[in-house]
């Protein structure tokens, strides 16, 4: 089992900056992906960025050059730096761990979100 849980979340103007952070617990050794999702008022869940276990990014358009995705491993931390922020950037931020255990079940693991609020 793998356990998530956000922070960092606020109210910021528009063209500051936050940084996310999320700590997992539990079986980290069998985590191979982690990913930052959002979600915004009447909106889909959309997939912000994500991070492999071997360092590999990987971006949507519209957070691409504005935010960058991290890992402590040894703290068992993720980080989302988010700067140039944006009104349209308003969200419910929400963590997700996918992996598999040496038994070969499939993980698939979310937080309860962190609420980032860009005031124009």
């Not at 996310?20 to 909106?43: D, N």
């Amino acid at each position: 089992q793998v356990q998530l849980v956000e922070s960092g979340g606020g109210l910021v103007q528009a063209g500051g900056s936050l940084r996310l952070s999320c700590a997992v617990s539990g079986s980290v050794f069998s985590i191979h992906t982690m990913t930052w999702y959002r979600q915004a008022p009447g909106k889909q869940r959309e997939l912000a960025a994500t991070i492999t276990s071997g360092g590999n990014t990987n971006y949507s358009e519209s957070v691409k050059g504005r935010f960058t995705i991290s890992r402590d491993n040894a703290k068992n931390t993720l980080y989302l730096q988010m700067g140039s922020l944006k009104p349209e950037d308003t969200a419910l931020y929400y963590c997700n761990a996918q992996g598999r255990t040496p038994r070969g079940y499939d993980i698939n693991a979310w937080g309860k979100g962190t609420l980032v609020t860009v005031s124009s």
